[in-house]
């Protein structure tokens, strides 16, 4: 079966052969795209599009590669609107409110858990993500941290355990032993589960020894390991990512320059979060500042009830446009080819021949409209491997 798209205005391939005339997103204009078998096939120029089983008329409309989101926590149960009230109030953002979606997501079903999952990634999906990363992290004990990622699995291969987001309850007046719990028993039951291993190194989470351990660990499951760094404040989070070669660090609000420099050197992917600066009322780090010192940046939504209750791509990068220096070719860019890079990924992100079939048409001519019209709902339709 296959599938023509012609007549579309602007194709955003991400190419990097097609940037010489196509700029960072390898754009092509009058272009047309074959998918077959949930593959790209073919990407040309509409005149010389071949036949196809069916053909679909974009009409002038722009397509780009469906998002990758490689930061979301849609795993829990509950919301936390009145934290969100109180610090729209003044009150500031702390940690420890994880605990309280711990204790929704603890007594929440299997069933209420997957139906929460299903809604926010249909919701996703309806906004343009054709690819998602789902953590674990609001279960903290052996069996609900397992289910978590059991219930995740359903939608994506691209789970993460997220045992170490803050020290379990239970474990309050004893840290070391919930490392030990969280590097034995808990990584025994999920790393079944899991693709990767993450930890929240920061002030009120766990430090960089425990994090080191939490990693070493996971590497030695067979887990890729990727951090929460650098959200609240400076600290060793970044530099570790960095020093280790993970593949990304998330977050990556306060940096110095030596984190800046520490993670061009190492390819480390930086992945901002503008809808946690929108939220918590954190100062948003500046995009501009990595893209120029040549770091590869991501956008994703770090989806979750407590720091940023947003699944909407196109609102992040609406954000980073007006508040972090981005283009909207590199903040584009960083939701697409971006998130993949930021999951090691070079099936999604790009629309070339040998390419995952997913794409976006947009209710606009262009990519530029997605932050030119912030909050419009341009997603026309999506189409997924
Ligand atoms: O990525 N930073 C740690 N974890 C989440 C927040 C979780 C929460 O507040 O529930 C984040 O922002
Ligand atoms: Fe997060």
Same mark, same amino acid.
């Given at each position: 079966?296959?599938?023509?798209?012609?007549?579309?205005?602007?194709?955003?391939?991400?190419?990097?052969?097609?940037?010489?005339?196509?700029?960072?997103?390898?754009?092509?204009?009058?272009?047309?795209?074959?998918?077959? /078998?949930?593959?790209?096939? =073919?990407?040309?120029?509409?005149?010389?599009?071949?036949?196809? /089983?069916?053909?679909?008329?974009?009409?002038? +409309?722009?397509?780009?590669?469906?998002?990758?989101?490689?930061?979301?926590?849609?795993?829990?149960?509950?919301?936390?609107?009145?934290?969100?009230?109180? +610090?729209?109030?003044?009150?500031?953002?702390?940690?420890?409110?994880?605990?309280?979606?711990?204790?929704?997501?603890?007594?929440?079903?299997?069933?209420?858990?997957?139906?929460?999952?299903?809604?926010?990634?249909?919701?996703?999906?309806?906004?343009?993500?054709?690819?998602?990363?789902?953590?674990?992290?609001?279960?903290?004990?052996? /069996?609900?941290?397992?289910?978590?990622? +059991?219930?995740?699995?359903?939608?994506?291969?691209?789970?993460?355990?997220?045992?170490?987001?803050?020290?379990?309850?239970?474990?309050?007046?004893?840290?070391?032993?919930?490392?030990?719990?969280?590097?034995?028993?808990?990584?025994?039951?999920?790393?079944?589960?899991?693709? =990767?291993?993450?930890?929240?190194?920061?002030?009120?989470?766990?430090?960089?020894?425990?994090?080191?351990?939490?990693?070493?660990?996971?590497?030695?499951?067979?887990?890729?390991?990727?951090?929460?760094?650098?959200?609240?404040?400076?600290?060793?989070?970044?530099?570790?990512?960095?020093?280790?070669?993970?593949?990304?660090? /998330?977050?990556?609000?306060?940096?110095?320059?030596?984190?800046?420099?520490?993670?061009?050197?190492?390819?480390?992917?930086? &992945?901002?979060?503008?809808?946690?600066?929108?939220?918590?009322?954190?100062?948003?780090?500046?995009?501009?500042?990595?893209?120029?010192?040549?770091? &590869?940046?991501?956008?994703?939504?770090?989806?979750?009830?407590?720091?940023?209750?947003?699944?909407?791509?196109?609102?992040?990068?609406?954000?980073?446009?007006?508040?972090?220096?981005?283009?909207?070719?590199?903040?584009?860019?960083?939701?697409?080819?971006?998130?993949?890079?930021?999951?090691?990924?070079?099936?999604?992100?790009?629309?070339?021949?040998?390419?995952?079939?997913?794409?976006?048409?947009?209710?606009?001519? &262009?990519?530029?409209?997605?932050?030119?019209?912030?909050?419009?709902?341009?997603?026309? +339709?999506? =189409?997924?491997?």
């Amino acid at each position: 079966m296959s599938l023509l798209i012609t007549h579309i205005g602007e194709l955003v391939t991400n190419d990097p052969a097609a940037a010489r005339s196509g700029g960072l997103l390898g754009v092509r204009t009058d272009a047309a795209v074959v998918v077959s /078998d949930g593959v790209v096939s =073919w990407v040309g120029s509409a005149a010389d599009a071949p036949a196809a /089983d069916e053909v679909f008329d974009a009409q002038g +409309r722009a397509v780009i590669p469906g998002f990758v989101d490689s930061h979301s926590h849609l795993v829990f149960a509950g919301d936390r609107a009145l934290e969100f009230q109180a +610090r729209m109030a003044g009150e500031s953002y702390a940690a420890g409110g994880i605990r309280t979606t711990v204790a929704a997501t603890r007594a929440a079903s299997d069933e209420q858990l997957t139906a929460g999952v299903a809604r926010h990634v249909a919701e996703m999906r309806r906004q343009g993500t054709t690819t998602v990363e789902i953590k674990s992290g609001y279960g903290l004990s052996v /069996d609900d941290e397992a289910r978590s990622l +059991r219930v995740a699995r359903r939608f994506t291969d691209e789970t993460t355990f997220l045992g170490a987001h803050v020290v379990a309850p239970e474990y309050a007046d004893d840290p070391a032993a919930y490392v030990d719990l969280v590097t034995g028993p808990m990584l025994a039951a999920a790393a079944p589960h899991a693709s =990767w291993i993450d930890v929240f190194c920061e002030r009120g989470a766990f430090d960089e020894d425990q994090a080191r351990t939490i990693l070493a660990a996971g590497a030695a499951a067979g887990l890729k390991g990727r951090l929460h760094a650098n959200q609240l404040g400076e600290g060793p989070g970044v530099r570790l990512a960095a020093e280790l070669g993970l593949t990304a660090v /998330d977050h990556c609000t306060y940096l110095t320059d030596g984190d800046v420099h520490a993670l061009r050197d190492a390819g480390t992917v930086a &992945t901002l979060l503008p809808g946690v600066e929108f939220s918590t009322r954190h100062p948003y780090p500046s995009g501009r500042r990595l893209l120029d010192a040549g770091v &590869t940046v991501a956008i994703a939504s770090d989806c979750n009830p407590g720091s940023c209750y947003t699944s909407s791509l196109p609102f992040c990068i609406a954000l980073a446009v007006r508040e972090m220096g981005m283009t909207p070719a590199e903040a584009v860019w960083a939701a697409t080819a971006g998130g993949a890079a930021a999951l090691g990924r070079t099936d999604v992100g790009v629309l070339v021949p040998g390419a995952r079939a997913d794409l976006v048409l947009l209710d606009a001519p &262009t990519h530029v409209h997605l932050a030119y019209r912030p909050g419009v709902p341009l997603v026309a +339709r999506t =189409w997924t491997s």
